[in-house]
């Protein structure tokens, strides 16, 4: 029996919108009424919520007749996607962390959008809702219901030691427990805490990290693999946020180069559109180009050659609730704009690709 934790409130912070729908219960509601999309439950998590996916444009499902890591061995890595690239399909992933319900509004929204052509304020999106209809969409609106269902809405104006604490979480001494210090535990020792945070399901693990072949902790993350191989994915969007300022992140070093070189394309493209909208501040961006790290998204695209970005969005009340909103749908714009241009995973070309030195480097 897990050890169960009441919901963590910050009494100080503002009202939400009544469109910033974030809660289990809100979620649910959304999923349980749509009428375009395909919607599953893919799991229930630890928690006992359901995960939630829908797929529009979902096109015709031909058997799968290899896996990709013998075909991106093969002199034919494109057999693995049987699907073809007539549409490529695109999976936006939100809320793998319970106290960044940012990304869970974007696709709540986007959901609304390509169900009654809206959002949910009412706003239409033409550009966005047109190149939405040019691939298989795939959304998963939020993934860690376990942690968002104890985090607040919001975290707009929260203080530092309270932004740390509603995501990483409280030892039982009231220390708050830091970023790093949250991944020396896997899972967090939820007898040793006041407070779990958001990060971490349930039981205690954070799905992010949960990608290690053959000892997969949690059902979340079983999910989310076998899903991006099934959907033969192309663009692996993962949607967060930070205490900084909003970021597309390229894939980590340990990746294809040409993957890399792609994201860090993406990432140029994405922070022009926010600076040409004045979204940005110059020279602040808390982007580590050399990383090593392996997490969730290398493993999506080892089982599916898929680009995996993570886009960190910001819980900090420098932008207004519709800017973070808004950023997103830059976000998808940009990407999807760029993904007609060039496939987002050209999988014959990935794997013959070389690493150009110094890529990262801007
Ligand atoms: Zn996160």
Redesign the pocket.
């Known amino acids: 029996m897990n050890k169960k934790f009441s919901a963590y409130n910050i009494k100080e912070l503002g009202e939400r919108p009544k469109w910033w729908r974030v809660r289990p219960e809100e979620i649910n509601q959304q999923m349980q009424n749509l009428r375009r999309g395909q919607t599953e439950v893919l799991c229930q998590t630890a928690g006992d919520h359901p995960l939630w996916a829908v797929t529009y444009n979902a096109g015709e499902k031909i058997k799968q007749t290899v896996n990709w890591s013998a075909a991106g061995s093969s002199s034919k890595p494109d057999k693995f996607k049987t699907s073809g690239y007539e549409r490529q399909t695109v999976v936006i992933c939100a809320g ?2 319970g ?2 319900p940012e990304g869970v509004v974007a696709a709540l929204n986007l959901i609304s959008l390509m169900e009654n052509g809206i959002d949910l304020r009412g706003i239409k999106h033409e550009n966005l809702s047109v190149l939405l209809e040019n691939y298989t969409v795939v959304i998963m609106p939020c993934v860690n219901m376990d942690g968002r269902s104890i985090c607040p809405d919001h975290l707009r104006g929260a203080t530092y030691e309270q932004f740390r604490t509603a ?1 990483q979480g409280m030892w039982n001494n009231g220390n708050y427990i830091n970023w790093q210090e949250s991944k020396e535990y896997f899972p967090l020792p939820l007898d040793e805490v006041a407070f779990p945070g958001g ?1 971490p399901n349930s039981d205690g693990f954070n799905i ?1 990290h949960d990608c290690a072949p053959g000892c997969l902790k949690t059902a979340e993350a079983t999910a989310i693999l076998s899903l991006n191989e099934h959907k033969q994915t192309d663009l692996f969007l993962n949607l ?3 205490e900084a300022s909003p970021v597309l992140l390229p894939p980590s070093q340990f990746n294809y180069g040409a993957h890399v070189e792609r994201g860090n394309q993406l990432h140029r493209k994405l922070m022009q559109a926010f600076k040409s909208r004045k979204l940005i501040n110059q020279g602040q961006q808390p982007w580590s180009p050399n990383s090593y790290v392996i997490n969730l998204n290398t493993a999506v695209t080892m089982c599916s050659g898929a680009l995996a970005l ?1 886009y ?1 969005s910001t819980v900090t009340d420098k932008w207004t609730f519709d800017q973070i909103l808004e950023m997103h749908y830059i976000l998808f714009e940009t990407v999807l704009e760029d993904g007609l241009e060039k496939s987002f995973s050209p999988r014959s070309e990935i794997v013959k690709a070389k690493i150009k030195q110094g890529v990262a480097a801007e």
């Open positions: 793998l962390h106290a960044e995501s990060y992010m967060h946020s930070c993570t960190e």
